[in-house]
């Protein structure tokens, strides 16, 4: 789907100039295209990103090379800058599994619960949580809670992973990733089996019964530093497929087999160069969330981001 082709080198000199005139900076998620990570300033996982844009002071503007969730925990925590959807119909199904009118029918019937929102919603979700997560920080987040039980939504997989990690019980919304969820046991029994002695990484948006059949379940960040730090020299990545250009990048001497073909995120693959370019020319998209909502979506993942 994303296969190899040659990048016209005036398209990234005219996105280069447009950058700085602009005054922009770009950020992009780990499972973008390889192209666009490559012009982007800044490659990271959903925390990292999140991270970074609350971070950024002397630029005006921020092209979110993502989906649309990102895009908006980005203008949430850097208010003043025009944050950019390169295509602004690039979504999260997952993130779309939740209604802020669906999560209050849930808070009613558990009255004083905490709430706690994985990253990908859209800000009125997240306006109805107590604070947001991402699978870096989830287990940490729940466990600073009070009380024994806690709301956990959207990712029902996820949520799984956290319950093995705490003592709190966890009542889940029934989310998920469809691209997580198309990899099977069968894939990571053929891998194995045609790459022995290679570890396996994965997503937890993964089922359990994948979970339990790896050696690592980190965040994409945590598959940056797993690549780097495990003794290993050969890995079996279950997960999107775009995590596989920074780990061969980053680690050219070992060795990364992609799961499946089945997964492959589409909305993460919307992002090319063209509409980068676009973007920045036009100053399209911008993010814009209501008042309403904005403060205490903000709220929520600013109580995330203080335990980082
Ligand atoms: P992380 O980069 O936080 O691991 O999230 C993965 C994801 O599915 C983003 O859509
Ligand atoms: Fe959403 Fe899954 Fe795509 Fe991430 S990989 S953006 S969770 S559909």
Redesign the pocket.
């Known amino acids: 789907m994303t296969g190899t082709r040659e990048i016209p080198m005036e398209l990234i000199a005219e996105i280069q100039r447009l950058k700085t005139a602009r005054n922009a900076v770009i950020l992009a998620?780990?499972?973008q295209r390889p192209e666009v990570q490559d012009i982007a300033d800044f490659v990271?996982?959903?925390?990292e990103l999140s991270i970074k844009a609350s971070k950024l002071t002397d630029i005006d503007v921020i092209e979110f090379c993502?989906?649309d969730f990102?895009g908006e925990t980005a203008k949430l925590l850097a208010p003043t800058k025009t944050v950019l959807l390169p295509d602004p119909q690039a979504g999260?199904p997952?993130a779309d599994m939740v209604t802020p009118e669906g999560l209050r029918a849930l808070k009613a019937q558990y009255p004083g619960v905490p709430v706690v929102c994985y990253?990908?919603t859209s800000a009125a979700v997240k306006a109805e949580c107590d604070i947001t997560c991402?699978?870096?920080n989830a287990v940490k987040v729940v466990n600073s809670l009070p009380g024994d039980t806690v709301i956990f939504a959207p990712d029902q997989c996820l949520g799984a992973w956290v319950q093995r990690h705490t003592e709190k019980k966890l009542i889940l919304w029934e989310g998920y990733?469809p691209?997580?969820n198309r990899i099977l046991p069968e894939h990571i029994a053929a891998q194995r089996a045609a790459h022995p002695g290679a570890e396996v990484m994965i997503?937890p948006?993964c089922p359990m019964e994948l979970l339990e059949m790896a050696e690592h379940v980190v965040?994409?960040?945590?598959m940056v530093r797993v690549a780097k730090e495990s003794p290993a020299t050969a890995f079996i990545v279950a997960?999107?497929e775009g995590m596989l250009h920074r780990l061969r990048k980053e680690n050219p001497d070992k060795q990364f087999f992609h799961i499946a073909a089945t997964a492959i995120?589409p909305n993460?693959k919307k992002t090319t160069l063209e509409k980068v370019l676009w973007s920045l020319q036009d100053l399209q998209t911008p993010v814009s969330i209501p008042d309403a909502v904005a403060d205490r979506a903000r709220q929520a993942i600013e109580r995330m981001i203080a335990l980082s």
């Open positions: 998620h780990n499972y990271g996982d959903s925390l993502s989906v990102m999260c997952m990253v990908n991402t699978s870096a990733c691209t997580h997503h948006e965040s994409t960040g945590g997960t999107e995120c993460m």
